[in-house]
């Protein structure tokens, strides 16, 4: 039996990636990330990418795979995420994908077809969706904001971050949209003197609010997504595998 593409989507701070990773330890699989923010290398802890010490224990693609100042589009990630699928299933495992960006998962569970010439992301929708088992970790409005904020304050405890956002400024434009649209901005500015901790802290939880309300929205529109609490996905996910074999 050719196994399925287990699919987790959510907001940003809803729990999805730690889920996902409890959940490949007990079904064996490995896990592709699904973040158009965690694709850029020298950004860690502001766009809370898995720690070194979760990626020892299971194999994560997705990570890393171009710089700020690069492009890297829809299509070359689906055509990316489909071959590692396949490698996945070739070592007998589940491939996890796991992620907040809409755009990836609709490309690659509907198969979109992008302008080959152009490698553009023009794409045609085909609707397909099959060996794809999709799911979605439901929280409040309320819930997700408190989240975001408790995460924001501890990326802002760590002493990485600052490292980080020096680094990242000491070689990268702030013109560029991979560096405006996470956290960083606000930490370099409250660095600058231009806005204090507390105030980076506030910007940084409404651009994440916004930022997860367009997810929901997006995902939303989606109906093969089976929505679970978090505390209930990953049992529900292994009664749903353990139905097809």
């Known amino acids: 039996m050719v196994k399925p ?23 064996g699989g490995e896990i592709i990330c699904a973040d158009s923010r965690t694709i850029y290398r020298g950004m ?23 710089n700020p100042d690069e492009r890297f589009t829809v299509y070359e990630w689906k055509k990316y995420a489909e071959q ?10 589940y491939p996890i994908v796991v992620g907040g960006t809409g755009l990836y998962i609709d490309a690659l569970i509907y198969d979109y077809q992008f302008n080959q010439e152009r490698k553009s992301d023009q794409l045609d929708r085909r609707e397909t969706g099959e060996d794809f088992l999709v799911y979605g970790v439901k929280w409040s409005s309320e819930e997700i904001r408190e989240r975001i904020k408790l995460r924001e304050q501890q990326m802002f405890e760590n002493e990485e971050l600052v490292l980080e956002t020096v680094k990242l400024a000491k070689r990268f434009d702030w013109s560029l949209q991979s ?5 960083y901005q606000f930490v370099w500015r409250m660095l600058n003197k231009e806005i204090t901790k507390e105030e980076a802290i506030t910007l940084g ?11 929901m929205t997006w995902f939303k ?25």
């Open 44 to 66: 860690d802890v502001g766009t809370a990418k898995p720690s070194m010490e979760e990626r020892k224990n299971i194999v994560h693609f997705g990570l890393d795979l171009v």
């Open 179 to 183: 560096m405006r649209s996470n956290i």
């Open 5 to 27: 593409v287990i699919v987790i989507v959510g907001p940003t701070a809803s729990g999805k990636t730690g889920a996902a990773i409890a959940l490949a330890l007990e079904i």
């Open 221 to 245: 529109r989606n109906t093969q997504i089976k929505w679970c609490r978090l505390k209930d996905l990953n049992a529900e996910i292994i009664k749903d595998v353990k139905s097809l074999e």
């Open 205 to 215: 939880v409404y651009d994440d609010y916004h930022l997860a309300k367009r997810q």
């Open 84 to 93: 590692k699928i396949y490698e996945i299933r070739m070592r007998g495992k």
